[in-house]
């Protein structure tokens, strides 16, 4: 490559244009090869004028997030919307789960996706299953499941039901999971296969 | 309070007052939060909200209604499907008829 000569006096301010830099600006130092700290910077242009920011402030993670199971069978009983009590968790970003419930941590407001998956024994022809998500003790949404293929309730075959849905939610808004059926008589809720996920997103 | 088995005994509630289960429909709602289930909401015309002494009153019948509830489900479940129930009909109905009073007996009602 050959040599510039740099005036007398300096390079002038702004005069350092793209066709100045060559690809080895940024080739020729060493990789990070890891994800970078939340205090490294990058180098950007923010409406034509050149700002460092923290990689902080880029991308970003989806959390508070938790997903959280059953870790043994729940029995749910016939007419009443019953709280899911998971007692197991897969993981708990903030500890924002406990009590059977998600409380959106304090200056973690925002938009959160929760989603869960619900396994029952079957229930009886044309009687339903069905999940509520409850957010501060009151019905927020549900999905349901309702036979009509069966014969009968069997406690060997299973119905779930799958859930999601986003919400705008504020600090100390919390979050529970409710199932209800009206087979008749008791049923079971199925350990590790029901559960109870959420997060943030990123927006 | 918590009332247990308390679908039956608020069914069996609304029958001794006229009403019929379909009242769950829209006007009743019942909760379990953990401690045992209660009545949440309750806006059935012209029948007021029962107590917990009145609703533990029905327990006896309640367990019944339950039980047989499960003698019910055991039952289809032995009939098996309707369209091969219609078939043995078909072939022999009495063979079919002597099957189901068997299935019948083996698991009465309470």
């Known amino acids: 490559m050959s040599k510039t000569q740099i005036p007398t006096g300096g390079i002038a301010d702004d ?33 034509g004028t050149l700002k ?3 990689s902080s402030y880029i991308g970003g993670t989806n959390t508070p997030a938790f997903h959280v199971y059953l870790s043994g069978d729940q029995t749910i009983g016939t007419g009443a919307a019953t709280k899911v009590t998971f007692d197991s968790e897969y993981y708990d970003t903030d500890s924002a789960f ?19 998956i619900i396994k029952t024994q079957s229930v009886n022809n044309n009687t339903a299953l069905q999940v509520f998500l409850y957010k501060n003790n009151s ?19 299973e119905l779930h039901v799958s859930f999601s849905y986003t919400d705008v939610a504020s600090a100390t808004d919390y979050y529970e999971l409710y199932v209800f059926h009206n087979n008749g008589n008791n049923r079971t809720l199925k350990a590790e296969t029901s559960s109870f996920w959420g997060y943030k997103l990123i927006t | 309070m918590a009332v247990d088995n308390i679908y039956y005994k608020v069914k069996l509630y609304l029958e001794a007052n006229s009403k019929t289960k379909s009242e769950f429909d829209s006007n009743i709602a019942l909760q ?74 083996a698991n009465p009602k309470e």
Request: aromatic share 8%.
């Open chain 1, 98 to 116: 406990a009590s059977n419930k998600f409380t959106v941590p304090s200056g973690e407001g925002g938009t959160y996706n929760f989603q869960a």
């Open chain 2, 32 to 105: 379990d939060d953990g401690s045992g289930s209660y009545i949440k909401t309750w806006s059935v015309s012209g029948v007021a909200k029962p107590t917990d002494s009145q609703l533990n009153a029905l327990s006896s019948n309640a367990t019944k209604e339950y039980n047989n509830s499960i003698i019910r489900q055991t039952r289809k479940a032995s009939y098996g499907d309707i369209g091969e129930q219609l078939d043995e009909i078909y072939k022999d109905i009495d063979a079919w008829k002597a099957r189901i009073k068997s299935i019948k007996d």
């Open chain 1, 52 to 54: 460092r920011i923290d």
């Open chain 1, 15 to 47: 005069a350092i244009s793209e066709e100045h830099l060559d690809a080895t600006a940024i080739t020729g130092h060493t990789a990070l090869a890891e994800a970078p700290a939340s205090t490294d910077e990058f180098l950007i242009s923010d409406g």
């Open chain 1, 139 to 157: 019905e927020l949404d549900s999905q349901q499941s309702r036979h009509k293929d069966y014969m009968s309730a069997s406690s060997s075959e």
